[in-house]
C-alpha cells in the first residue's frame, strides 16, 4: 500500500497558447480524450493498491484541482497549497509532514501531474517492484530506457545492480550535449531521469533534514503554523517563501547514499514541449498528430491542434500549428522549446495572453469574453445549480445582465429578485451585488460591463462561499 503525491503547481509555459499562467497544461485536454493530463494521472493508478492521494498545487489552482478531483471522482486525503514556487524539495517536504500529521507514516509515490505514459502496465510492475526498496527505508527514483539520444533531459548512470530493474546510483548527470547524450544511449548505462520518486515520508524527511536542514526546518515551521480552509491545507506563507528554492534531486538524491533507481520502459514523456506532445500523439500515414476540426493538404509529420475554428495547412513539414480564441502559434518542431521566449516576451509587455485565456475557470462555474472594446466588455457567464458568486461590487464599471437560461437569483444593494429567461437587470457603479443560480440547470447570463476600467482586479469582495479574498482566485 501506498499514498500517491501529485505536483500538480508547475506553470508549463513551452506549450503556450494553449497552456498558461491561469490554465497550465496539467489541467488541459491535449490528447482529445476529453481528459486532462491531472485526470489521467489519477486514473492511471487503477488497479494499484493505494491510499487516497495527496496533491500539492500552487494557490491559485486550489479549484481547478477540485474540480478535477470531482471529474474524476476522486476523493483525496488533502490538497496542500504552496504560498509560492519554491520546486519540489520544499514541496514534497510538505506532503510528507502532511502524511505524518494524519499518523501515517506511509509509502509516498510522488508523481507530476502532467506526464505522459503509453504503456501503463509497464508503469505499475516498476511501482510494484519499486514498493519492497522503499518500504525497507531506499529513496527510490524511476528511470526511463532512452529510445534516443534526447539533449532534454537529465540522465542518471546506473550502478550496481539490486536485482530486477532495480540498480545502485552511480551518478547524476546534467542534461547533455548531443555528442554526450548518444555515448549514453550507445552505453547502455544511463536512463533517463522522469522525476518520479518513492520512499517514506519518514525517510524523505529524515534525509532532507541531513542535507537540507534549512528546508526542513522552514517547511515543517509552515505546516506548524499553516490552516485548514475548506477542503486545502494552507501551510504558513511568511515562514514557507524563506525556503529556498531547490529541487529534490539537487537537495537530497544527489547527497545522499540511500538512493537507487528502478529501471522501466512505460512509453514515458513529461509532454515538456509541442515537439514531445507530437512524439506521443497517433498520427495517420503522413506522420500528422492532429486536434479539433482541421484540413491538412500536402502537410507531413506535424502537430495541429484547432479549437475555435476550422485550420486547414498546405505544403507543411516538421511544422506545429495551435489555434486558440486569442492566440495562433506556427512553429517549426525543432525550434519548439524556444516557446518559452514568446511567453517571456508577453510576460515582459503585460499581454494578456501570458496569463490567460478569454475562457476562465471560476469555483462557482466559468466566464467567456466575447467582445471587448473602449470602456465595454461582453461576457457569458455560466453558473453551476446551487453555486453563487461573492456579494461584491466595482469602483469604476456598471453591469447589464440579461439571462439567457436558467433562473437568476440577484441581490442589488437592498433589493432581491428572481430573473428568468429574456429578463434583465442593471448594476450601478459602487453598488452591492450578488448573482447566484437557485435552480437545477446551469444558469446562462450576459454581461455587459460599462466604465473607464474592466480589469478583474477591480473587485471588493464582502463574503464568499469559496473563502477567497482576491479578485482572480
Not at 118 to 127: D, F, S, V
Not at 138 to 143: A, C, D, K, P, Q
Not at 434 to 444: A, D, F, I, Q, Y
Request: glycine residues 8%.
Amino acid at each position: 500500500m501506498f499514498t500517491p503525491v501529485i505536483m500538480a503547481g508547475g506553470s508549463g509555459s513551452r506549450l503556450w497558447p494553449l497552456s498558461r499562467q491561469n490554465l497550465p497544461k496539467q489541467f488541459l485536454d491535449l490528447d482529445g480524450t476529453g481528459t486532462s493530463l491531472l485526470q489521467q494521472t489519477l486514473g492511471r493508478l487503477s488497479g494499484l493498491e493505494h491510499a487516497e492521494p495527496v496533491v500539492v498545487t500552487n494557490e491559485k489552482y486550489r479549484f481547478l484541482v477540485a474540480e478535477q478531483l470531482r471529474l474524476s471522482e476522486t476523493s483525496s486525503l488533502a490538497t496542500v497549497l504552496e504560498p509560492c514556487s519554491r520546486n519540489t524539495a520544499p514541496a514534497i517536504a510538505l506532503a510528507a509532514f502532511t502524511l505524518l500529521q494524519h499518523g501515517d507514516d506511509t509509502v509516498m509515490l510522488v508523481l507530476a501531474s502532467d506526464h505522459h505514459f503509453t504503456r501503463p502496465k509497464e508503469l505499475h510492475e516498476a511501482i510494484s517492484e519499486a514498493l519492497p526498496l522503499a518500504e525497507q527505508g531506499r529513496l527510490v527514483t524511476f528511470g526511463i530506457t532512452p529510445t534516443r539520444a534526447e539533449t532534454g533531459y537529465g540522465y542518471i548512470k546506473t550502478g550496481t545492480p539490486l536485482g530486477g530493474n532495480g540498480f545502485q546510483i552511480d551518478a547524476f548527470a546534467e542534461k547533455p550535449n548531443a555528442a554526450t547524450a548518444a555515448a549514453y544511449v550507445a552505453g547502455g548505462e544511463h536512463l533517463w531521469n522522469s522525476g518520479m520518486f518513492m520512499f517514506r515520508a519518514s525517510t524523505y524527511l529524515h534525509e532532507l533534514e541531513q542535507h537540507a536542514p534549512e528546508i526542513f526546518a522552514h517547511c515543517k515551521a509552515a505546516m506548524n503554523a499553516g490552516s485548514h480552509d475548506m477542503d486545502f491545507i494552507r501551510p504558513d506563507k511568511t515562514l514557507f517563501s524563506q525556503c529556498s528554492d531547490n529541487s529534490i534531486d539537487y537537495a537530497i538524491m544527489e547527497q545522499t547514499l540511500n538512493a537507487c533507481v528502478m529501471a522501466m520502459d512505460a512509453g514515458w514523456s513529461d509532454i515538456g514541449s509541442w515537439q514531445s506532445l507530437w512524439e506521443s500523439s497517433a498520427q495517420d500515414s503522413d506522420g500528422n498528430a492532429t486536434y479539433g476540426d482541421t484540413c491538412l493538404h500536402n502537410t507531413h509529420n506535424s502537430l495541429v491542434h484547432a479549437h475555435h475554428r476550422h485550420v486547414a495547412t498546405i505544403g507543411l513539414d516538421d511544422h506545429v500549428v495551435v489555434e486558440t480564441k486569442d492566440a495562433v502559434l506556427v512553429a517549426h518542431k525543432s525550434e519548439t522549446q524556444k516557446v518559452k521566449e514568446i511567453v517571456e516576451y508577453l510576460k515582459a509587455n503585460n499581454r494578456p495572453e501570458y496569463s490567460g485565456h478569454s475562457h476562465t475557470v471560476r469555483p462557482w462555474g466559468d466566464f467567456d469574453t466575447i467582445d471587448a472594446g473602449h470602456r465595454y466588455q461582453v461576457k457569458r457567464i455560466t453558473v453551476q445549480p446551487g453555486q453563487k458568486l461573492s456579494l461584491q461590487m466595482h469602483y469604476h464599471r456598471a453591469e447589464h445582465w440579461i439571462v439567457v437560461s436558467g433562473t437568476a437569483h440577484v441581490v442589488c444593494g437592498d433589493r432581491e429578485m428572481i430573473l428568468t429567461e429574456n429578463q434583465s437587470t442593471y448594476i450601478p457603479v459602487g453598488e452591492k451585488h450578488r448573482l447566484s443560480n437557485p435552480g437545477k440547470v446551469p444558469l446562462e447570463v450576459i454581461e455587459v460591463q460599462s466604465g473607464n476600467y474592466l480589469g478583474e482586479d477591480d473587485i471588493v469582495r464582502f463574503t464568499d462561499v469559496y473563502g477567497r479574498c482576491g479578485a482572480d482566485d
